[in-house]
Structure formats: C-alpha cells, structure tokens
C-alpha cells in the first residue's frame, strides 16, 4: 500500500472511533518513500541505554528489533525464542468494506511482510512457589520514515512475565508508524506490560505514531498495562483486550502529560466475553498548551458473561485554555448480572488544597507539584519497576509549572 | 404454631442442615446457639423460604400446614417474620412507604381495608418510640446509609408493625452497642405474648440476658446437638462451644 | 404528603389486565392528503392552513434542503429504512369547524378524549391544568385560553399562532432548531402541520401548567408536530406533554421539533411523558417511530431550561432534548427515565452546549432495559473556550432486568478550557435476589418488589415531575414493567 492511498483511506473514515482524529494535516503531508538510515546514531544510544539497564538490573532479556528483525549483536535473549513467521500476499477481499481499522491492519500486514514471534520459554522445572518473573525488555527501532512492525508474544501456562516496550523513532521530521503488538496469555499467566515514551518524542508536526496492541487472556490470567502517553505530534493507541478464559483480570493503567501541540488518541476496547472476570481502566490526563487528547474507554459485556466487574476512571486537569479534553467513557451490556462502574472528569487542581499549601509557607509552584504528584502517584502502584518514569514525570512537571 | 421435621437441606450443593428437628409452641421463646459456621442462619433461610435453600427431605408446618410449597411473600402473611442478621438496601424507596405497604398487603390477606398515609402514619408512633426513632428514620431511602444499629432498630420496627405469630431474629444482637441492644430487646419483650412464638438465633448469649428464652438449643453440624433451658445459654457462656461439640465428632 | 411512589398491588392488577388501554382507533372519517413529500404537496398544506408567505417560504427551503441530507445511521437502533414518499402528510377530521366551547365538539372525539383519560368535559378535575388537545393534525378544542390571554400568555394551536402572532412566529421559529439540524428536523420543517405555541411576556409567571396531549390516530399519518415556547425576560412556564397512541400494524413515524427560547432570568420547565404503542409484544411489529428533536437555548442571563422526560413506549426512540447556554451563568438540566421492554429501542440522551460564562449543566439519566429492549443513552456536554468557568454534572444510571436485553452507554465529553469543570458518573445497577427476598419475606410479592425497586431507582427524576405527572409516570412505569416481566 502506497503512503498516499494510506493518508485518503484513514481521512475518510467517519466512525465513532476515528472522526474525533484530525487528519487535515496527515492528509496534506508529503512523505517520502525512501529510507534514511542514520543506523550508527540510533545505536550508540541504544547502547546507552542497554548499559544503563544492565548496571541498575531492571532487565533479564533485551530484544532489540530494528525494522522487524531482531539484531543479535544488541540484544541479550535468554528467556525469549525467537521465530518469524510470513504474511502471506494479501488476498484482495475487495468485497469488505474499507475501515481505518482495515487500512492500519492491511498497510501493517504489507509494510511489515512478517510477523516477529516472540516465545517465553518457562523452566518446566520450576514449580508455582519457585517461579521468578521474567522481564524482557522491546526495543523497537525504526529506521525507516514509514515503518510498520508486527509483534507477537506468546506466554505459555503458569508464566510470569513483564514486557516494558521502548520504541524508538526515526530522526527524520516527518513519519508515518503503524505497529501492531499482540500478547496471547496461556492459562494461568501473569503478564505486565509498560509502554514507555518512545526514545525521541518527536516536536515535529508531520510524525503519525499508530499502535495496535492486542491481548487475550486465558482462564484465570492476571494482566496489568500501564501507557505512559507519548507527547508527541499524533499518536493513536488501540488497545484491545479479550477475556478468552473465566476468572481473570485485567487492570489498565495511562498516564499523559501534554505539554505541546499534541495529538493524543487513546481507544481501550475490553471484551467480557466469559464469567466472572474483572477489568479497571485508570487514564490520567495533564494538558497543558494546545494538546489534544481523547479517552475513549468501551467495555463490552456479551450474554454469557456473568459475574463481570468492570471500573473506569479518566480523570482530566486541564491547564489551558486552548487545550482541549475529550472523553468517552462508554458501557455496552448484555448481561444483568454485572457491576460496572463509569466515569470521567474534567477539571483543574483543587484550589482549596493549594490554598492549603500556600498557608503552610509552601510556595505556589511546589503546591502544585505536591498536588500532581499526588494525582500521578496510584497510575504507577503496581508498577514498582517504573520508579525512574515517575521521577522524570515529576522532572517534567516542574519545569513546565 | 412451627415444627420443623427432621429437615435435610443444603445451599449451592453444600449441604448444610442435617436432619434437623425443632418445634415451638405458641407463646414460646427458643433460643439457637452454635459456633460460626454452625448452619444456625440457614434455619432462618429454610423457615422464611429464601432462594438458596433447597431442601432434599423432612418438612415445615406451620400451625399444622406445611409451608414447603408457599414463596416467602407467602409465608410473611401466614404470620413469618424474619429480622435480617444483613438487612438489604434499596436505594429510592422511602422507609415509611416501604413499612405501610408491607402492612397493608398484610390487611389485604386478612380480608381489611388498607390504611391510608395519614392514619398509617398515627398508627406507627407509638411503635417508633419502642425502637427510639423518631419520623425523620421514615423519610430515608430503604435501610441505605443506616448504621449497623439503625438497620437493626429497623428490622424491630418492622416487626412491632407488622405483628408476627413466628419472628425469627438472625443474629439481630451482631453490631449493636449495649444501648441499641437494651431498647431492641425492650421492644421484642413489648411483643412477647401467649399466641406469638419467637426464635432467636445468636452466637453470644448476652442477648439472652433481656431476651429471655424458654428453650435453648445447641446447633452443629446442621443438627441441634443439645436442648436445655435458658442455665444452657449461660453454661456455653462460660465453657465455649467446645465441650459440647466433643461427643459428636 | 408521605404518599410515595409506590403502587399498589391492586392497581398493577388492574392496569395489566387492560393490557395497552390506549389500543383503540377513533372512528372518525378523515381527509388524508395522498402519500409523498413534494412541493405540491408542501403548498398544499401550506395553503389549507392558510399561511403567511414566511412560513411557505420556510418550508421550501426546508424541502430543498433535504435532498442534501440522509437519514442517520450512527445511532444504535435497527429498523428498516424509512420511506418518506410511502408516507402521508396530512390528515385532518372532517369536522373542522370553528368550537367555541366543549359542546361543540364531535361527541365521537370527545368519547375519545375520556377514553384517553382527557378530563376535558370535567374541567373541574382539570385543576388549573389548560389542555390543547391535538386530535391528528387540526386542533379541535382548547381550554383555559381567555384566562391566560388576561395576563398575556398565549398559548394556542400553531397555526393559530401564524394567523395571529406572525411576528413572533417569524423571529423565533427555527433560531434553535435550524432545518439543517439534523434529517428528521428537516422533513418536520418541510411538512409541520399543527403544534402549540406559548409565548410569555415580560415578568410574567404562567399561571397554571400548560398542557398538551398529542394524538397520533389516522393510519400511516406521520405525524409533524412543532412547538415552540418563547420566555421573555424574568417569566416563567412550566409545560407538560403526554402522549398515546392507539394500536396499528404499520410503523408510524413521529418527527416532532420542540423549541425553546428563554430570555434574561426566564425560566421554562418542559415535562415528557411518553407512552406511545411500542409495537405487538411478541413481533414488535406496528409500533411508533419516534425521531424528535427537542432544543432549548438559554439565551438570557441567569435563563434555565429544564427537561424531564418519561420515556416508555415507542418501537423506536430517537431522542436528545438539549440546551445551547448562552447567557452568562445560565442553567440547562436533563432528567430522563427511558424503560424499555419487549422488542423496543431507545437511543436517547442530550446535548449541552456550554457557551457563555458560568453556565451550569445538570444530568441524570435512567435507563431501563427489560424484555428483548436495547436502551442506549447517547450524550454530548461541550463546553467551549468561551463558557469559561462551566460546570457540569452527569449521571446515568443502567439497570437490567433479564438476560436479553441490553443497556449501553455512550457519552461525548468535550472541554475546551482550562476552568471548567466536569464529572461523568455511570453505573449498572442489578435489582438483586436478596432485595427481592427482602421484600417477599415482609409479604410483598415479586411483582410488586420488583416495581418499587425500579420506581426507587428512577426516583431522582421522578421527583422533578409535576405531582400529578409524577403519579401518572410512576403508573405507567408499573404498568409497563408488569407487561414485560409478569
């Protein structure tokens, strides 16, 4: 597929889940075809940062993919095989019609041209009480201006696993990147995964950063995400999880600081197909200067799915006037035997707790820090590995206020 | 007035009462007592008709009739009352509204006029004292946002309105402080007469000290183990559950 | 009064055994314009109605828009495409001489009005209620009016309106819902027959509650009605709008546009309860299309509009009573309970538009779905860079009652400043088994358990509801409930 039949087809979808993106700009941009590699750059920060892990021991394994293919020479695997698998030619089922979503999957499927397989290998030795997690850490690197990757992680039964995904983007000033990751949990497993901001948050506007992340979840299974947002141009994240199996649990975490012109488009699509499983979506949002950020949560509950709990919270400050918070929080149930709890505000920090601080000598600038650590603080609870995200979060936060 | 025959019943496939025999005379107080998890609040469950109970064998009669066959609502008009050990809340409908069309369907059974809101209203007073409320307690939503004790005094509220021949108290003495639980059982002692019977179901026997029963039945393992008179309630007082359960195991 | 919303079990009884009560078909002969929209048809109406050259105008370039725009898709409702040329325009009794008073009326109507439990040969029982009762298209009767017109409020028939107000007509029809709204809005515009109108003066409290009952009675009649209420600085109206509809095999379709317009400190209240014949229970089939659009824009400073709506019949609901707040601290307020049961759907919510400073929306919304019903609420609160300030709270509630029907929930929140405030609330709520006990071990059937329960929930709303209306949905949701569940 042709970048420019990529740019009409997107901008004329007209869905629920694509009008509230503003492709004006992606419609009119001019992206050239050809690569511009600037490799040697990239991997002397690579190997920065894999240094880094290394002395603070954050990581077991480290892949390092640069354009869909893993680089031995980078990585460090020893819990991970890795397989790759062909897309076949595309069919041409001209019958459908053409969604966005179609669109992302056929340009990722043809940009791609195969799926990396990335399998968790389990000690079978190993016996409930004596099971370590594993944490592996992605780096994805594109090289290419239009660049798609397709990643599949397989987690076998009884597994425990974190994948934190680092995704790093070309230099170039404008871009167009479709990536698709899916995560398929056996039965029984644990898996966390953290998508970090990606190395070099492009400023520029012409940059359209898509994610497809997709995860099922067997019985019994226990998943946690937590996004810390891009701040960048346009990044659209889709996240779909899939109870496949009874009595698991999937908690999502977000958290956005949006401090530029930034496009932000977050959709969490969670499908309670099976009994008794539980789901919580916690989205926290700063905007700052023209930022642009949607929340769309849905949670779908099928006939069959009793015992369903699901919670959602998008909280929203918002800092600026020309900043724009858009959220949709939505239910669709088929089922009366579920709790679902829904919401979403809007909002500012609470002048009564800065007044607070301020009577107590503390100045306004480090009020408000306070305050926002406080509403950033319960996004990274369950992740105790991601203290250094959070330090730089609060970096962030002062030099903004 | 209720004689529960050899009753053999379980809850989601757990089968909890085991061959269990009771009778209570009109006029009569009996006391249940047993250690948690005993199966002494499904007693409760089985007598008012809820759900979960399925029975497998042995019957219910009530002054004579068995009762297996008729839904709770039923039962609750042939003179069944059961003061909740959890009292449900049901958010939007007014305590007052709630009380007078529970006794209003009880008038229908019985061939009366139901009471209009005004009479209704002159009709409770005396009633609300007994409990110590006053009307706002009226105005509130359905049990929601009551304290332990105010669901409690509730559930008496109801049960000096609505006048039952059989009352069933679970566990009614579980999160009152000594105060609440003096004007409860006051107000349980103000309905004691020779044609209402009362079955009292507790862990502790503190209750039994305002409550007075006439028969106090050990309960475990789904079967009462011992019967005594109320010098029972003050012996497991003071030895525990354990000497009793011995033989049986 | 402790008189609560609670119903009797006698009354539940009695109400289920007349099924739909509003089932009949008045047997009146009525001259019925030939199937199809076209500007002959247009000028048809126009002409019969004897209208300004404004209004034709309006309509023609109502018409001339439409061949610009499509039905639309995106709400989450399945029914066959609608057909506007298989549908008829106009329909009028042919009694149709001027009344002057209620013994002039066709007898044959007027069994129709009690039957519908119209009181209006009692007016005593009326208690200060004026009812402008709409029988199709031509109204026929109207009460109460000398004496509103004594402190300068008019409320009348529509097209009586454009013969005697037409100023007033022309400055303020279609400022709040433009033809180009939304595709249904439109058609109401091309081919709008009756309606009411309510005009308020100047710091003028109405004195009564108006109230219109629509009717919708000749077969395959689409009914276009079109209301528009005008509240000039510091009044105060408070309006009520019920409707039945008698039982037919063929679907009807119901593209009503409401209007509101409150001035500076004007007040308007507009009060919905909504039991047209929701189709056969089992087929679904013959049940109203119902696709209304409902806006009221708070024009003034310190202006409040409030809508209240008991949705309960109708096949299909399509539905989203708004408000656009322009004066600066203005108030917009949605209460809705929308119960679905049988094979009915509801995709219904409301829009509120933050424009000026301090504005404040209020929402609370119930759905109930029972049956085989799918209920949606759909709802949009936008506050823009200009409505510094704003502040929203909303509340939708679902509740489910079986295991075939669905609630869905679908809210837009939009903010475009940095001093707004907004809170978004959704829950589902499950009528319990142990609520159920509870009731039953007082000895209050099941039936009865389960319609205090939902009349509990729906409360919130309920209670914004004139006393009488108050009653009257609180029946009406028992009633239904009682049909569905049984």
Known sequence: MKVIDFQEKIYNDKTDMWRFANFSKLKKATFSEEAETELCDIESKIEAIIEDDKSSDRFDDCVVIIDGQVDNSLSGVQNVSVDYSQFETSKNDDESVETSDSVLDSSNREWSGSQLILNLDVDSESSAETRVQKRVKLIIVSSEKNNSVNILINCPEKSESSWTVLEVFPESSSFIQNHQLTVNQSDSSKVSVVYLKSLNESTSSDSYHFLKSLVNLGKDCELKTLDCMENSSFTRHKLTVNFEGEDSTADLFGLGLFKDETAQHTHIEINHKVKNCTSSQLYKHMLFNRAYVEFSGLVSVSVGASGTLSNQSNPNLVFSDDARAYSRPQLNILNDDVQCNHGATVGQIDELSLFYLKSRGISEKEAKVVLLKGFIEDVFNDFPECEQEKRSYLEELRNIL | ?249 | MKNESVLSKKKIEEMAETSYKYGFKTDIESETAPKGLSEDVIRMISKKKNEPEFMLDFRLKALKHLSKMTEPDWANLNYPKIDLQDISYYSEPKVKKKLDSLDDVDPELLKTFEKLGIPLTEQKKLANVAVDAIFDSVSVATTFKDKLLKVGVVFCPFSEALEKYPDLVKKYLGTVVPHTDNYFACVNAAAFTEGSFVYIPKDTLCPMELSTYFRINTEETGQFERTLIVCEDNSYVSYLEGCTAPQFDTNQLHAAVVELVALDNAEIKYSTVQNWYAGDPVTGKGGIYNFVTKRGKCQGKKSKISWTQIETGSAITWKYPGCVLIGEGSIGEFYSVALTTHNQQADTGTKMIHIGKNTKSTIISKGISAGKSQNTYRGLVQMNKSAKGADNFTQCDSMLIGDKCGAHTFPYIDVRNASSTLGHEAATVKVTDEQLFYFQQRGISAEDALTTIVNGFCKDVFKKLPTEFAVEATQLLGLRLEESVG
């Open chain 2, 1 to 249: 007035m209720l004689e529960i025959k050899n009753v053999f019943a379980s809850i989601n496939g757990v089968q909890i009462l085991k061959g269990t025999n009771l009778t209570i005379k009109p006029g009569e107080v009996h006391a249940v007592m047993g250690p948690n998890g005993s199966g002494k609040s499904t007693l409760s469950k089985l007598v008012s008709g809820h759900p979960d109970v399925e029975i497998e064998s042995g019957d219910i009669l009530l002054n004579g009739e068995s009762i297996l066959d008729d839904d709770p609502d039923i039962r609750a008009l042939k003179g069944v009352f059961m003061a909740f050990q959890y009292p449900v809340e049901v958010p939007g409908v007014q305590n007052g509204s709630f009380l007078r069309m529970a006794y209003n369907a009880k008038r229908k059974f019985q061939g009366l006029d139901e009471v209009d809101p005004m009479d209704f209203e002159e009709l409770i007073q005396e009633k609300l004292k007994w409990v110590g409320m006053n009307e706002k307690f009226l105005d509130r939503p359905l049990n929601q946002g009551f304290s332990g004790g105010e669901k409690k005094r509730n559930e008496i509220l109801q049960l000096a309105v609505l006048e039952p021949t059989l009352s069933i108290l679970d566990e009614t003495d579980s999160g009152l402080d000594i105060d609440a639980l003096r004007t409860v059982s006051e107000a349980v002692n103000k309905m004691i007469n020779k044609d209402r019977s009362f079955l009292v179901i507790t862990h502790y026997q503190r209750l039994l000290n305002h409550i007075v029963p006439d028969v106090v039945h050990i309960f475990s393992e789904g079967q009462i183990i011992k019967t005594g008179d109320k010098s029972l309630a003050l012996e497991v007082e003071e030895k525990g559950y354990d000497w009793l359960l011995q033989p049986v195991s």
